[in-house]
């Protein structure tokens, strides 16, 4: 086990990754515990607030951790400050990732259904890190010596095929596929030539009436049979969402102030 610990993470130096996957993975699922125990009033941890009244959320703390482990990583020459930068930003990128939603929403969503965006970002970001680990490169390229002519224009060739087949899959709304892609390159092949989702920009723009039918239908088939599995495991990792999601469109505040009157005009 020493041996192939030594062989397969340390000699290809990815000791940091693997500490930056573990710091990310232990950081969230604390994170989870600690955030549930406080929502269901139990244990020591309270929903602290500032003497100024302001709740301090984990992305702030998280962005810290995260800019002094990125800028450990660039300056740092030792294997063990790296590992220390690795954990920083394992930590750090992991308390930002949980509240994503609220970041992009720019509203407390942590529990309510517009919530499950950070859980499946901490998702992919998981198995991004580990497929990297074990050897997968972005765009199915590893070392690859490009002599040959003939090599470097299949090289080039499907390169170009594979940004353009992710390309598609991101104009179809397929993003974790589009993301997943990226280190199995077949996968947006696939995915490409197959319908995309009713509500994407390819949809929009390409379909016609009977096609965006068959797109709609397809994807009401693969929500109704896939969507309650993942909400079940969402549930089970990070806590059911309990409040109800925000308006889609803030209302405008009116005012009852008279308008300004332009300089130069009389008022009526």
């Known amino acids: 086990m020493v041996e192939w610990f030594e062989v397969n993470i340390v000699e290809p130096g990815k000791l940091p990754l693997l500490l930056c ?8 699922l604390a994170t989870r515990i600690i955030t549930r125990m406080i929502r269901a009033g139990v244990g020591p941890f309270k929903n602290n607030v500032s003497t100024t009244g302001v709740h301090i959320h984990h992305a702030v703390p998280g962005l810290i951790l995260l800019i002094t482990g990125a800028l450990m990583s660039v300056s740092a020459n030792h294997i063990a400050w790296r590992c220390v930068a690795a954990v920083l ?25 517009e919530g499950r965006v950070s859980v499946e970002l901490i998702g992919l970001t998981v198995a991004c890190l580990g497929m990297t680990l074990l050897g997968f490169s972005p765009w199915g390229v590893d070392s690859v010596e490009l002599g040959d002519v003939t090599l470097r224009v ?5 390169l170009v ?20 892609s990226c280190f199995i390159p077949f996968i947006a092949w696939v995915a490409a030539i197959r319908l995309g989702r009713p509500g994407s920009w390819w949809a929009r723009h ?18 109704h049979r896939w969507d309650p599995r993942w909400r079940w ?16 469109v803030l209302p405008v505040p009116t005012s009852t102030d008279p308008a300004p009157v332009p300089s130069g005009r009389a008022s009526a």
């Open 21 to 28: 996957l573990l710091a990310f993975v232990v950081t969230f």
């Open 89 to 113: 930003i394992g930590m750090g990128a992991s308390l930002i990732l949980d509240e994503f939603a609220l970041i992009l929403h720019l509203q407390d969503v942590y529990w309510t259904n």
């Open 154 to 158: 299949t090289f080039v060739t499907g």
């Open 161 to 180: 095929i594979q940004l353009i087949c992710t390309l598609i899959c991101v104009l179809k709304a397929k993003y974790r596929t589009a993301l997943i």
């Open 206 to 223: 390409f379909y016609g009436h009977r096609r965006m039918a068959r797109a709609e239908r397809r994807a009401a088939k693969f929500d």
């Open 233 to 248: 495991l969402s549930d089970f990792i990070a806590g059911a969402p309990t409040l109800t999601d925000p308006p889609a």
